[in-house]
C-alpha cells in the first residue's frame, strides 16, 4: 500500500493507506451505513460521480464474486474506509476488492478516521473530496477541489447505448425499462415475475417504445438531479395513461417531476440498508435500502394527482407515491434490495397487478424482440 490523502473541500485532510487506482480522483463524497454490499454498491450506476465512505469499519474482507455485480461496470469514483482487508475469507471471491479498483480506475483510502468524516460529511452536508497523493500541497489541492466542475450528465454517461432484452420462462408480460442506470436485481425481480424485460437508452421516445407492445412501463434508478433528465420527464407525461407505470429512486422523482411536483436535494442524502419507512396504506412499517441525494417535496404533491403512500420515519421525506386512475406507482427506497433487506417484493406484485388490471396481454410470448 501507498501513503495518500483524502483532501476536502473545507480544508480538512486525512492521511492514510492507498488502494485500488493510483491516479487522483475529485468527486462527490457521501456515507453509506451499510454493513455488506461494497460490491453491490460500487457497481451501482447510481453512485457515478461519487466516492463513498463506509461507516462499517471492515470493508474488503470477503472480496468479490462474478455473479453479485449490480451492472457491469464500475461507476463510483473511489472508496474511504478504516480498514482494508486485501486477504477475503470467502470460498466464492474471485478478486479482491482492491484488483477490481485497480482495473476499473478507483480509488481507495484506508487508515482513516471514518467516524470523523462521516459526522462532518452529516453537519456540513456532501461536498467535493480528492484522494491523491500524500506528498500533493494541500492547499493547491483545496484550490483545485473548489474550481472542480462535477458532471451534470450523469444518466447519459451510465445509461445503455442501445436496447437489449432480459427474458424469462413462461413470460405473461412485456415491460419497457428506461435505463437511467438500472441495476440488474430489478431486472431480475422482473424476469421472476414473468415479466420479459426490454431495456431502454433513457432517452427513447415514445414511439420506439410502443413497438414492443408493451404492458408496463418501468423508470429505473440512477445518479444526479432529476431536472437534469427532462427526456424522461417527457416520456412520463407522454405515457401516463397509456399502460402502468413503475418508478424506483430517480424514477421515482422522475414520476413527481413529471406530475408538477418539486425536488430538492437533502444535505447528505439516504444511503444504507437499516431506513425505516411507514406504508401509509397497510400501517406497517418496512426496514429499507436506499441510496439517494434528491428527494420529492411532500409540500408539492397536492393538486398533482399523486397520493402519498410512504413516508420516511427519519426524516418524513416522501417515500411512495401513486396514481389510482392513471396506475401509476413510484417508490424512493430500493425494493430489490442488492444490498439490503427484502421485505418490499409486493411492489414489483403490485406492479403486476396494475398491469393485470389494466388488461395486461398474455401475449408476451409473441413479441419477438
Excluded at 14 to 20: D, E
Excluded at 149 to 169: D, G, N, P
Aim: hydrophobic residues 35%.
Amino acid at each position: 500500500m501507498n501513503e495518500r490523502m483524502l483532501v476536502l473541500e473545507n480544508g480538512k485532510v486525512f492521511y492514510g493507506n492507498g488502494f485500488g487506482s493510483r491516479e487522483p480522483r475529485i468527486a462527490e463524497i457521501v456515507f453509506n451505513t451499510s454493513m455488506v454490499g461494497y460490491q453491490e454498491i460500487m457497481s451501482d450506476p447510481s453512485y457515478f460521480g461519487q466516492m463513498v465512505v463506509m461507516t462499517y469499519p471492515l470493508i474488503g474482507n470477503y472480496g468479490l464474486t462474478d455473479d453479485d455485480y449490480e451492472s457491469k461496470g464500475i461507476y463510483m469514483s473511489g472508496f474511504v474506509v478504516r480498514e482494508y482487508n486485501d486477504n477475503p475469507s470467502n470460498f466464492r471471491f474471485t478478486k479482491t476488492l482492491g484488483e477490481v479498483m485497480e482495473d476499473n480506475g478507483a480509488a481507495g483510502i484506508s487508515g482513516v478516521d471514518t467516524r470523523e468524516i462521516v459526522r462532518m460529511i452529516r453537519d456540513e452536508g456532501s461536498m467535493k473530496a480528492m484522494i491523491c497523493d500524500a506528498n500533493q500541497e494541500i492547499e493547491k489541492c483545496v484550490q483545485q477541489l473548489r474550481a472542480a466542475k462535477l458532471t451534470t450528465a450523469q444518466v447519459k454517461e451510465v445509461s445503455s447505448k442501445k436496447i437489449w432484452y432480459s427474458r424469462t420462462r413462461n413470460p405473461l408480460y412485456t415491460v419497457v425499462a428506461v435505463d437511467c442506470g438500472i441495476k440488474h436485481n430489478i431486472i431480475n425481480c422482473l424476469n421472476k415475475c414473468a415479466c420479459n424485460v426490454v431495456v431502454v437508452p433513457y432517452n427513447t421516445p415514445k414511439s420506439e417504445i410502443m413497438k414492443y407492445r408493451p404492458d408496463g412501463l418501468f423508470i429505473s434508478n440512477g445518479p444526479g438531479d432529476p431536472e437534469n433528465v427532462e427526456e424522461v420527464i417527457q416520456l412520463i407525461r407522454g405515457m401516463k395513461g397509456t399502460v402502468p407505470i413503475f418508478g424506483i429512486c430517480l424514477g421515482h422523482q422522475l414520476i413527481g417531476l413529471a406530475y408538477g411536483a418539486k425536488t430538492y436535494k437533502m444535505k447528505f442524502g439516504h444511503r444504507g440498508g437499516n431506513h425505516p419507512v411507514k406504508n401509509l396504506v397497510t400501517d406497517k412499517v418496512e426496514i429499507t435500502s436506499q441510496n439517494h441525494s434528491y428527494a420529492v417535496s411532500k409540500e408539492s404533491l397536492e393538486g398533482t394527482g399523486l397520493t402519498l403512500t410512504h413516508c420516511n420515519l427519519l426524516d418524513n421525506e416522501a417515500e411512495g407515491m401513486m396514481d389510482a386512475k392513471n396506475k401509476v406507482m413510484s417508490i424512493q427506497y430500493h425494493p430489490e434490495s442488492a444490498p439490503g433487506p427484502e421485505d418490499s417484493g409486493y411492489l414489483f406484485d403490485g406492479f403486476i397487478e396494475m398491469m393485470k388490471a389494466a388488461g395486461g396481454t398474455t401475449n408476451a410470448q409473441e413479441n419477438r424482440y
